[in-house]
């Protein structure tokens, strides 16, 4: 920082004007997205069970979130798992493949790692393991490293190839998870406890910021989206407050995202903890090229203020 | 330049090639592990009945995303998604006779759910599917007891084609039995006749092809049927000087001549 020291308490103070957001509003972006979440398997398991349609005959929305269809017209792909099942050697139908491009597009395009954060039902057992780890203060048993789902994903693509089958759809506890809750209770459970527990217990973050290839494949996917939580140094007091809550800190890099100005890594999930959290507002929800303009915005902005503060 | 380690090796070069040959170690055990517990998956159950037009079992094995939109369209609701931790493997679509028979929808609505084609959209009519073979355990059937079940023939969708009933002699009456009899080039392994099968435990069942199907080899040549192509070169036998006499001119020769005894 190139401000001279007399300018700390004058940002401090600045931050002061700007309390932290309290109540049900710190936490909207949590609950919109549990509600996503809900509201996604709802809409599958009303189809399933209670016939649920737009029309007669049309139903809302058929399947799950491996391959799906939406009002009998737009289909939807996992295309992880179409990617899976092209590299077992079979060409799927056209149906499949645009399904695969339309999700593929949207997260590639605009959403980034949004399935993460706002569509799968893991990722609410996890949060769940996590919000409680920080109250019990349980202490990791061990660490690994935050790529090895990179190298999982990649085995996994591996092992699909050897054995003709799509591996990670086999034996994932997401598939398990929303299968079982659209289609029929089983053991699918006990891979939930299992990573509850593991993530409560072991390792913090432990399945979907460690292991989990598909988290990996949209980390991929989703590097070069759109939607981006914009950072703005000029009232940034280095207060840590984000890094705490963010299930991905390591996107936090601070030093890092004062070069490039947001959030630019595909690990970042948009699940919006930081954003409210944050009490200087530094960072927000925005579009990749609307970023450098808002940022600049900002920045003057914090001078004239800065400059008002010492004239006053 | 790297220290060079006691040895004269580069340490930070033998560093990073041990990190690659752990890294490859981890992998390559957990790899292995994987692609066991996904072959154990898959075919531990090879029972199964699958939905009409399910492609051969390795294939649909693959193909098969596992999403259930064909359980969603299945109008008499028979189809159903394994769960994890069942008999058969996991998440993909199969119905139980008994409980529940496929009743053949002539527009084969599971079919055109599916999304990848694991469901071949090859099938264009429901009689042509090939789900599974009836198979009769004739030892606890009650047509072979001697009854008058016939309650599969009945209610077989292709009776008179999947399930004819025979007559068959009985030991110590002279009434015959009326048996059934399952033809594997019709029946479509719907299962309504292992469903509507009146015994404790069906005595009629579907069971997958290569289960239950033998192969006789292309070696036999059954002369005697009208498929069977002769396909060995026979010498035409000589001709016989003297023309027929009228008794023989029209009728039919070698044995059927004989026993007609206009020859003799």
Request: net charge positive; proline share 7%.
């Amino acid at each position: 920082m190139n401000a001279p020291e007399a300018d700390v308490p004058v940002l401090a103070e600045y931050a002061m004007e700007r309390p932290t957001p309290t109540g049900l509003w710190a936490w909207r972006y949590l609950i919109l997205r549990r509600i996503v979440q809900f509201a996604i398997l709802l809409l599958f398991f009303g189809t399933a069970h209670w016939s649920w349609q737009v029309a007669k005959g049309v139903p809302l929305l058929t399947g799950n979130l491996s391959a799906s269809k939406f009002i009998g017209l737009i289909p939807l792909t996992d295309p992880f798992a179409a990617l899976q099942i092209f590299l077992t050697g079979h060409v799927l139908q056209t149906q499949s493949l645009l399904g695969a491009a339309i999700v593929l597009g949207i997260y590639f395009l605009i959403g980034g790692r949004m399935f993460c954060a706002w569509v799968c039902p893991v990722n609410a057992v996890t949060d769940l393991a996590g919000w409680l780890r920080g109250k019990l203060g349980i202490r990791p048993i061990f660490h690994l490293p935050r790529t090895l789902r990179y190298f999982i994903l990649a085995v996994a693509l591996v092992i699909t190839v050897i054995s003709g089958l799509a591996a990670f759809e086999w034996v994932s506890p997401i598939g398990m998870a929303h299968r079982e809750i659209i289609f029929g209770l089983g053991m699918g459970f006990t891979a939930l406890l299992a990573i509850f527990l593991f993530d409560l217990l072991i390792l913090k973050n432990g399945w979907c910021g460690h292991l989990c290839p598909l988290g990996a494949f949209y980390s991929l996917v989703g590097k070069t989206a759109l939607l981006r939580v914009r950072f703005d140094k000029s009232t940034c007091t280095r207060c840590g407050e984000c890094a705490r809550v963010c299930p991905e800190p390591q996107v936090l890099n601070l030093k890092k995202l004062d070069e490039r100005g947001y959030v630019f890594s595909g690990e970042c999930s948009n699940c919006g903890r930081c954003t409210p959290i944050c009490p200087e507002g530094s960072l927000k929800f925005d579009f990749k090229p609307l970023i450098r303009t808002h940022n600049a915005q900002a920045l003057a902005q914090a001078d004239i203020i800065a400059v008002q503060r010492r004239t006053r | 330049m790297a220290d060079q380690g006691p040895s004269g090796l580069n340490p930070n070069r033998r560093d990073f090639l041990v990190k690659l040959a752990q890294g490859a170690a981890l992998a390559g055990t957990g790899g292995l592990l994987w692609d066991y517990l996904l072959r154990r998956e898959a075919r531990a159950a090879p029972f199964a009945l699958r939905p009409p037009g399910a492609l051969a079992e390795d294939d649909f094995n693959a193909v098969c995303i596992k999403c259930g939109q064909c359980v969603n369209d299945c109008p008499p609701h028979v189809l159903k998604l394994e769960p994890a931790g069942g008999a058969l493997p996991i998440g993909m679509p199969y119905y139980v006779p008994r409980t529940g028979a496929c009743v053949m929808c002539p527009d084969i609505p599971c079919m055109k759910a599916c999304p990848t084609g694991a469901l071949s959209p090859k099938l264009k009519n429901i009689n042509d599917a090939r789900m599974g073979l009836a198979v009769i355990d004739i030892e606890n059937c009650l047509s072979w007891k001697g009854l008058r079940c016939e309650i599969c023939h009945r209610e077989c969708p292709l009776k008179g084609k999947a399930i004819t009933l025979e007559a068959h002699p009985r030991q110590i009456s002279k009434h015959a039995m009326f048996v059934p009899l399952v033809h594997s080039d019709a029946c479509t392994g719907c299962g309504i006749c292992e469903r509507a099968c009146p015994t404790d435990v069906a005595a009629i069942r579907i069971l997958p092809h290569k289960l239950v199907q033998g192969k006789i080899g292309d070696h036999y040549r059954l002369g005697w049927t009208f498929d069977t192509e002769i396909t060995q070169d026979f010498k035409q036998a000589p001709q016989a000087a003297p023309s027929p006499s009228p008794a023989t001119v029209g009728k039919p020769g070698g044995l059927d001549y004989l026993n007609s005894g206009g020859g003799l």
